[in-house]
């Protein structure tokens, strides 16, 4: 048989046939983008689109440092760059070298206006938010019955608590009647009381889940009474249901983690627990213990008996003690009755001195102040006939009868004549002034 080739033959000449064409070295092609990833690597894997097919294209990392903004779903955009064939998987893609935005899809530009408008209804408020519970022990699972999305959850549950209850509601999530089995499956889990929801699948293109972002999806999952994890695709991937959900997974294996408890982390908590309430048990007790011996020492030393005992011993040695107490009692008496006599008649000795000599210092200034003194130093103390003391010529005219004390006597006498030598102007504040008659 002639002409047999091998792949990698035929996949090296299509190669060479398009590195040949010199229209597809350098083209700029015009589409939507469609399931779109960003690899750890930094390239971006993604697939442009119209309503007649599909091209697959890839920008790498080294190329992004002209990418001015995040590639995502549903973009209108123009990608200039190289169409050639992957040798190793006989495909051919086109290697972008530079994108520029040319507007968005109209499937990204309903998507958006659902957003706005269910937004605009409180259907994404946190108040309507409920709690995930955090020990379920039944777990309800709407999605597709085959694919990566179920044997992911099934894997992840079994691994961390195998005692959790799985249950499924075999949904369609893509194509034809997807949103109403989706629906359905909401519906008929939320009824049969189960403590959490999971809904969502794998990964895809704007088209494949858009199931997720129908108005019917979300008004289900805003009326479920379940709480509700929603897993729709990839972490990059956002639908509708994601907003209205009560918690967002980026991926079905991480609702699995979120629903689904650790049985063995939980043994270990209990058993830790169980460990802490031992020892503060054991605490307790020790103390309660200590404090009741020490409530029956107390009480062995309050008792009536031993009370009686003790003050007996006490009367008997106060018996035995009383005559030398009162001797001792008596002894000090007189000794502080000694000390306050002494001290007393030592202050009343201090207190005569003092007196004495200050009625010496008052007797001197008085016989100083006193007329007797006067008078025996050759004064007269003259009084009228009413014994008024006169102090003025005034106060005797001729013919009034005046009484002259002396040391040794008085004397009556008459006045016959006054003459007047001195005129006091003001006793307290002017000089004596002589004026002549």
Not at 13 to 30: A, E, G, H
Not at 312 to 318: E, I, M, P, Q, V
Request: hydrophobic share 40%.
């Amino acid at each position: 048989m002639a002409g047999v080739y091998s792949v990698t033959q035929v996949n090296s000449y299509i190669k060479n046939m398009f590195t040949q064409d010199f229209l597809l070295r350098r083209l700029s092609v015009k589409g939507e983008v469609s399931n779109c990833k960003y690899h750890s690597s930094g390239h971006i894997y993604f697939v442009l689109k119209d309503s007649g097919g599909t091209l697959s294209a890839v920008m790498f990392a080294g190329q992004r440092r002209g990418l001015g903004f995040r590639l995502s779903e549903g973009q209108q955009v123009v990608v200039e760059g190289t169409v050639d064939v992957y040798e190793r998987d006989g495909k051919y893609q086109l290697y972008a070298s530079k994108i520029e935005l040319a507007g968005r899809g109209a499937l990204y530009l309903e998507y958006e206006r659902r957003l706005r408008e269910l937004e605009e209804m409180g259907m994404f408020a946190a108040r309507y938010k409920r709690p995930i519970p955090r020990y379920a022990k039944t777990v309800g699972i709407v999605t597709a019955p085959t694919g990566a999305a179920i044997r992911d959850i099934i894997n992840i549950s079994r691994r961390r608590n195998p005692y959790v209850q799985l249950i499924l509601f075999p949904a369609l999530v893509q194509g034809a009647g997807a949103w109403e089995s989706i629906v359905q499956g909401i519906q008929t889990l939320d009824a049969m009381a189960l403590d959490v929801l999971i809904v969502g699948r794998g990964g895809g293109s704007i088209e494949d889940l858009w199931a997720f972002n129908e108005e019917s999806v979300a008004r289900a999952i805003f009326a479920c009474n379940t709480p509700v994890i929603s897993a729709v695709g990839h972490e990059t991937d956002v639908t509708i249901a994601d907003y209205v959900a009560d918690l967002r997974a980026p991926t079905p294996s991480a609702a699995a983690e979120l629903a689904v408890f650790e049985y063995a982390r939980f043994e270990e908590d209990v058993r830790a627990r169980r460990q802490k309430l031992g020892r503060e048990m054991g605490f307790f007790l020790e103390t309660f213990r200590n404090r009741l011996r020490q409530d029956r020492l107390k009480l062995s030393m309050y008792h009536p008996q031993r009370q009686i005992r003790e003050k007996r011993l006490r009367l008997a040695n106060l018996e035995e003690a009383l005559p030398r107490l009162l001797t001792e009692r008596i002894h000090k008496d007189r000794l502080r009755m000694q000390t306050k006599e002494t001290r007393l008649l030592q202050g009343m000795k201090e207190r005569l001195s003092h007196d004495g000599q200050r009625l010496a210092v008052l007797s001197g200034r008085l016989w100083g102040l006193s007329p007797l003194k006067k008078l025996a130093g050759g004064f007269g103390f003259l009084t009228d006939g009413e014994g008024k003391r006169l102090e003025s010529v005034r106060q005797a005219p001729p013919g009034t009868e005046i009484t002259i004390r002396v040391s040794d006597g008085r004397l009556l006498a008459s006045v016959k004549e006054r003459e007047e030598n001195v005129i006091w102007v003001d006793r307290q504040t002017q000089p004596k002034i002589p004026v002549q008659n």
